[in-house]
């Protein structure tokens, strides 16, 4: 009877399991269950006064870069242009519209249902290089781009611009690669060809080759060459420290703003700063480079805990590493360092502004599941209006740094003092 009842009881759980399972499922089938191609042009309309409303009233101010008269303009002829339009254009216009409204955290991020070139671009201070591909494209890697459909890059990267939401210049360079090599997007901007591949003009060795990219809708394995091997230990962490004694540097990576499971951020504070006791540290280097955000709450027990550090807390001990990939929370975290420590910022401009509109909420569109991000809240935390935060001491790589891994502004660090700098 006791192993007749156990049966049963697991029986009841498994069937519990299922029901959470197809309910799940049945939710998800409305996104899924048909691709953009096969919407019609009323569902669109349905989608696109959705689209309308739901901004309006989720952005506390979502004409403060915009003019209204065109976002509506843009909404209207839109929808006058509807039955003329393929399903990869309605999308690209769409996500134009979000894109107008200027703000980095309001976007529609592009599908995971659109076609890859599997192409990564990157902007160096030597120009647009190619440095990710997949394995049929290996012979563009590390090639620079000279030209994009027969245009000069910066005037393809120009017209690519408006459906691209960003902050500021930094902020479009470092997401601009996501929308580049979208074949949709592309082919909607006419700026891949009629058959959608995409045309490009590169340096390789010193010559200049003509390449046809076409895209691909299965996955692939993105391929990365430079001259060491790219270490991969710490992939995926959200924080990590290294010690360098020969330099008696810590080196505290902040990868996102987030605590990781099974290894709390106040625990692992707590175990860093008692490490410091332990070891001599000449200098102290908080990283945030490539942050995107989340919640900035979390780094404040570093940050209250090093603003009464009398030993690392001073000028020429403490510094902070920022670029165009350090936004949102980030950026809230590095103006927090600027104002209550002695910290010395080091890099690019971060790619997300000092104030910003952001704590985002995230909606689909009923009918096509496209995904939307929208800010609900703005982040007024400093005086400062510039577009981007500054960094004191700016460094920006070339092509050549890159390959040969130099970390230039961990480099600047090193070099601070020791040439008699104040």
Not at 10 to 28: D, I, P
Not at 215 to 230: A, L, T
Not at 379 to 384: L, N, R
Request: aromatic share 12%; proline share 3%.
């Amino acid at each position: 009877m006791i192993k007749s009842h156990r049966i049963s009881e697991r029986m009841m759980k498994m069937k519990r399991v299922l029901s959470v399972f197809f309910l799940l499922l049945s939710l998800a089938l409305p996104i899924f269950a048909q691709g953009l191609e096969d919407l019609s042009a009323e569902e669109w309309r349905q989608d696109i006064r959705f689209l309308e409303e739901k901004l309006l009233s989720t952005h506390p101010n979502p004409f403060f870069n915009a003019d209204e008269g065109t976002f509506r303009d843009l909404l209207k002829s839109l929808e006058h242009d509807l039955e003329d339009l393929s399903s990869s254009e309605i999308y690209t216009r769409l996500t134009e519209i979000v894109a107008s409204i200027g703000d980095g955290h309001t976007a529609i991020y592009p599908d995971s249902r659109l076609a890859v070139y599997p192409i990564y671009t990157y902007w160096f201070a030597d120009g647009l290089y190619v440095v990710a591909t997949s394995e049929s494209e290996q012979y563009l890697l590390n090639c620079r781009v000279v030209e994009i459909a027969g245009m000069e890059v910066e005037y393809a990267l120009e017209r690519l611009k408006k459906v691209v939401s960003y902050d500021n210049e930094w902020g479009f360079l470092h997401s601009h690669s996501d929308y580049l090599n979208k074949e949709e997007i592309m082919k909607s901007l006419g700026i891949a060809d009629m058959d959608g591949d995409l045309l490009l003009k590169v340096e390789k060795e010193g010559e200049i080759i003509e390449a046809s990219v076409k895209s691909q809708h299965e996955g692939f394995h993105w391929i990365q060459k430079r001259v060491s091997e790219i270490d991969r230990t710490y992939q995926g962490r959200k924080y990590w420290y290294q010690y360098y004694p020969d330099s008696k540097t810590l080196h505290f990576h902040y990868a996102s703003c987030g605590s990781e499971k099974g290894n709390p951020f106040i625990l692992f504070n707590w175990k860093m700063f008692l490490f410091t006791w332990t070891n001599p540290v000449d200098k102290f280097v908080l990283d945030l480079r490539g942050n995107g955000g989340g919640s900035s709450v979390v780094l404040e027990p570093f940050i209250l805990r090093m603003m009464i550090d009398w030993r690392l807390n001073r000028t020429g001990k403490l510094f902070v590493l920022i670029d165009r990939g350090t936004f949102s929370s980030a950026v809230l975290n590095a103006i927090s360092m600027r104002k209550r420590t002695n910290a010395i910022f080091v890099g690019e401009p971060t790619g997300g502004s000092p104030r910003h509109y952001g704590e985002v909420e995230r909606f689909q569109l009923p009918n096509s599941g496209i995904s939307v991000s929208c800010s609900t809240t703005y982040w007024k935390t400093t005086s400062d209006r510039s577009e981007a935060f500054m960094p004191d001491i700016l460094v920006v790589r070339s092509f050549q740094d890159y390959y040969e891994m130099r970390d230039l502004a961990f480099e600047a660090v090193m070099a601070y003092g020791s040439e008699g700098e104040e």
